[in-house]
């Protein structure tokens, strides 16, 4: 027997396949959108000058929200839902140092370790507390100097990338992540600006910056402390690798933690910076392109000596820190025999970094 629909029946029945397919479709096109325009704002985030596929790579495939900021060639921040942030930063190289866009080579109780790879740059990280929503997520911050050669262009690009990742640092195969940003985007600002390089090569493996508490015998040092011996109650030493890094540091102390000499190599554009800031605001004291060598200031607490390197000057100094686990501030040692200690110090390793960048030997540091 043949069976009749009615023609209400239908209506019935296809009105709610009809909402189905228009749910759907809204569904389809919403998501397909809101992928193009995540990608669309990552495209032109930073003045262009982001690779997706490393954002992406890094920080996660979620819904991403990008921020423009000022203040530099490019200043944006990324994050994404789920994943990651980042803050990009590219800039003229004396203006970002300038602005402390940089990465110093101490921060806090950490040294930055270099980045290495052919790249001149540093990496530094510490927890990141002030952000709940990230979890367990660890801040890192990678900063690249780019030398550029040519007419047309800056004299050189700092790209500085400050990212919030989830992992523990203490995984090797976690932290190149921190550089792939900063690596990609390089390539792109070099492009942008017309800044003739050397780029490096891709980030394979990247050092865990170092904390103060991870020291060891000054003579079993091997990076940037090596080669000084045991001297004024100094009998410990925190190191970083040398990795043809922009700024250099050995850290000594005594075993009681109430002596401490820092000892920083600054090259290019950190030691023009530097140079800078003491002819600026140095009221007469420090190092400048006029007293290219010094024992100390008169406040006793930094020498320094120079050798000429390819890229301009390279400054060597000694920090003289007397703050003892109390915090009280104690007057440098200024003994004869102390202060022919601290110029040997000195000496030997101005000469050994300036021999690892190429570098001129280091002059002669005055007594008195």
């Not at 060639?73 to 980042?86: D, N, P």
């Not at 000429?308 to 400054?315: M, P």
């Amino acid at each position: 027997m043949a069976v009749t629909v009615s023609r209400g029946l239908r209506l019935a029945v296809g009105a709610p396949l009809a909402l189905i397919v228009l749910v759907a479709g809204f569904l389809l096109f919403h998501g397909d959108f809101g992928r193009w325009s995540d990608n669309s704002a990552l495209d032109d985030a930073c003045a262009g000058l982001l690779d997706r596929s490393a954002v992406r790579g890094v920080l996660g495939t979620g819904d991403a929200d990008v921020e423009g900021l000022g203040g530099a060639l490019a200043h944006c921040r990324v994050t994404v839902e789920g994943g990651g942030s980042a803050e990009i930063q590219v800039d003229d190289t004396a203006q970002a140092l300038r602005s402390a866009a940089g990465v110093p080579a101490a921060g806090g109780d950490g040294l930055a370790v270099p980045v290495g790879h052919g790249w001149s740059g540093l990496f530094n990280a510490e927890f990141d507390t002030s952000r709940p929503e990230q979890g367990n997520g660890v801040e890192g911050t990678v900063l690249l100097l780019l030398t550029c050669t040519g007419t047309g262009g800056p004299d050189g690009l700092a790209v500085s990338v400050r990212s919030t990742l989830d992992g523990s640092l203490d995984d090797p195969a976690n932290r190149p992540r921190y550089a792939r940003i900063a690596t990609s985007t390089a390539a792109e600002a070099a492009k942008a600006q017309h800044c003739a390089t050397q780029l490096g090569s891709s980030v394979k493996s990247l050092g865990l910056p170092v904390t103060k508490d991870q020291y060891q015998p000054i003579g079993s040092a091997d990076g940037t402390c090596a080669g000084l011996s045991a001297a004024r109650g100094l009998r410990v030493a925190t190191e970083t690798a040398r990795g043809g890094a922009p700024t250099e540091m050995c850290r000594l102390a005594d075993t009681a933690g109430t002596l401490e000499d820092d000892l920083t190599a600054f090259f290019g554009p950190y030691a023009e910076e530097e140079l800078r800031y003491h002819e600026e605001r140095g009221y007469g004291e420090g190092p400048t392109h006029d007293r290219p060598a010094r024992q100390r200031t008169a406040d006793g607490r930094v020498g320094w000596t120079s050798a000429e390197c390819l890229d301009g000057r390279a400054l060597f100094t000694v920090r003289v820190g007397t703050a003892g686990a109390s915090g009280s501030v104690r007057k440098p040692p200024s003994a004869a025999a102390d202060l022919v200690a601290e110029r040997t110090l000195l000496t030997a390793f101005a000469a050994r970094s300036a021999k690892a960048h190429g570098c001129s030997a280091p002059r002669p540091i005055p007594a008195g």
